[in-house]
């Protein structure tokens, strides 16, 4: 049974930075692309990042730039790390495991979920 349990979310102010880190319980962490999505309130959800299997990753154009993720398949821990941070990026973020070795944009295509962190930014 697979379980993502995502942390290192909380408050931060405009410009500041975050980590996020989202743990697999599973064994089969290192086959599959990973990803994170983000809603805010009124909002659907978005993707915001993914990393494959190949540890190639792709990002939203609204955090290109400011946004990294990286993943250790040692540790079966996946990483966000948003610096330059905008209130624009306050929502619940989520991480997800695909069905798939490469990324994808699509909710769908992610089989497994997180409970979801909350990141608020706000001077």
């Known amino acids: 049974q697979v379980q993502l349990v995502e942390s290192g979310g909380g408050l931060a102010q405009p410009g500041g930075s975050l980590r996020l880190s989202c743990t697999d319980s599973g064994r089969t962490f290192s086959s599959y692309a990973m990803g994170w999505f983000r809603q805010a309130p009124g909002k659907e959800r978005e993707f915001v990042a993914g990393?494959?299997?190949?540890?190639?990753?792709s990002y939203a154009d609204s955090v290109k730039g400011r946004f990294t993720t990286s993943r250790d398949n040692a540790k079966n821990t996946l990483y966000l790390q948003m610096n330059s941070l905008k209130p624009g990026d306050t929502a619940l973020y989520y991480c997800a495991k695909s069905r798939f070795g490469g990324v994808t944009t699509e909710a769908g295509d992610y089989v497994y979920w997180g409970q979801g962190t909350q990141v608020t930014v706000s001077s």
């Open positions: 990393i494959s299997w190949t540890t190639s990753d």
